[in-house]
């Protein structure tokens, strides 16, 4: 029986390799606006596709919100037609200036960014209002990740601070909870809950005498099922797009489907129980323990042992049967780092590959 993976035009691709497939990308967007009734509450993350072609797919979807991480991605956004862009980041340094001047270059975009102190806050608004603009932007809560963000408690203090600021203008609340990913969901709901409770006191405080725009955009995957049920929150899932193991495992009540793989050829057999393939810390996440790198849909008992920058040993069955040449399909268990590695993907429509779409915001510049 033929596998949904299987591409018949195998030979005619180099490995290793990152192929996407077409179909299923456009099914995991179908699902993802089944779990909002109104798009306009969906702000995707494209840190994990970095594709204007397949950025270009959810606007065709009717998703004209986007959320990223690197100026890059914002380009790459504006290139594929985004409405409204947030960079999901905090602008210090030359990050400052170059999203001014990727303001300028297109003005059809609006685009929007993080903070979460005063002193950077006044540095933006001078940098903007010396050149005549005024940058959107939200402010960036702590709830628990400990990663950046003021609390929701210091918060308001922090906004009110920004009123008088004539280069910049708060426009909104942004809460990212990545910490939580409890697999039972009713813990994760939890949990997802106690951390947004003070998100939704601050909200209402600040909406007491705001004028003008104001939006609360919350979570990232794992908690996307919980915020997308709440009133006038934006969600922002990445990994939706592509899906990997790392969530299928987790994340179980989330019907996305892999649609990114990594395929790979055994060049060597060194022992009778060990196979050594071309995927290399340069061509898979290696972030985690070495037996949560890649998971091979047509050899799934095969054991990632050791690795290196160029090759990655497998433990086999010291009766298998493979051989030189043959070549495995690999599910990532972390897809966005993954595609990070490649500047291109090979696309399959219907088992077969007929074209090639650049990860154009791998690259930390297009030409801003």
């Keep these: 029986m033929r596998e949904w993976y299987d591409i018949d035009n195998i030979e005619e691709i180099d490995t290793p390799a990152l192929v996407v497939y077409l179909d299923r990308v456009k099914e995991n967007i179908r699902v993802l606006k089944n779990f909002v ?17 397949v950025s270009k797919l959810i606007i065709d979807a009717g998703i004209t919100k986007f959320k990223c991480a690197t100026i890059s991605e914002a380009e790459m956004l504006a290139l594929a037609g985004a409405k409204d862009v947030l960079l999901a980041y905090q602008p210090v340094g030359p990050k400052a200036t170059r999203l001014l001047a990727l303001k300028e270059k297109y003005p059809a975009t609006q685009f929007s960014c993080l903070i979460d102190n005063l002193e950077t806050a006044n540095h933006l ?7 005549n603009q005024r940058i959107p932007v939200y402010i960036d809560l702590n709830i628990g990740m400990n990663r ?3 609390t929701p408690q210091k918060a308001y203090t922090l906004y009110l601070g920004c009123q008088t600021l ?3 203008m708060v426009i909104g609340l942004h809460a990212y909870d990545g910490h939580i990913r409890e697999t039972d969901f009713e813990l994760r ?4 809950d106690e951390s947004f409770a003070p998100v939704e006191i601050l909200a209402t405080k600040i909406l007491k005498t705001h004028s003008g725009p104001f939006t609360v955009i919350a979570g990232g995957t794992p908690t996307f099922p919980i915020h997308s049920k709440r009133k006038d929150v934006e969600c922002s899932p990445g990994t939706f797009i592509y899906w990997d193991m790392g969530y299928q495992r987790i994340l179980p009540e989330q019907p996305f489907v892999f649609a990114a793989l990594v395929i790979t050829r055994v060049i060597s057999k060194p022992t009778e129980d060990t196979l050594c393939v071309d995927l290399g810390h340069k061509s898979i996440a290696s972030e985690n323990p070495i ?22 040993v497998v433990r086999a069955p010291a009766t298998n049967s493979y051989k030189v040449g043959d070549v495995l399909y690999g599910v990532p268990f972390h897809i966005c780092p993954t595609c990070a590695l490649y500047d291109s993907a090979w696309i399959v429509e219907n088992n077969h590959v007929r074209q090639k779409w650049a990860i154009s915001s791998r ?3 297009i030409t801003i």
Excluded: W
């Design 37 to 53: 009734p109104d798009t306009s509450r969906l702000r995707p993350h494209v840190k994990t596709n970095k594709s204007e072609e």
């Design 189 to 192: 709901t939890k949990h997802s």
């Design 148 to 150: 950046t963000g003021v």
């Design 166 to 168: 004539k280069g910049i």
């Design 125 to 131: 608004s001078d940098i903007f209002m010396n050149a």
């Design 363 to 365: 690259n930390r510049t």
């Design 291 to 312: 037996d949560s790198r890649v998971f091979f849909l047509n050899a799934p008992e095969l054991q990632p042992i050791g690795h290196s920058e160029e090759h990655m």
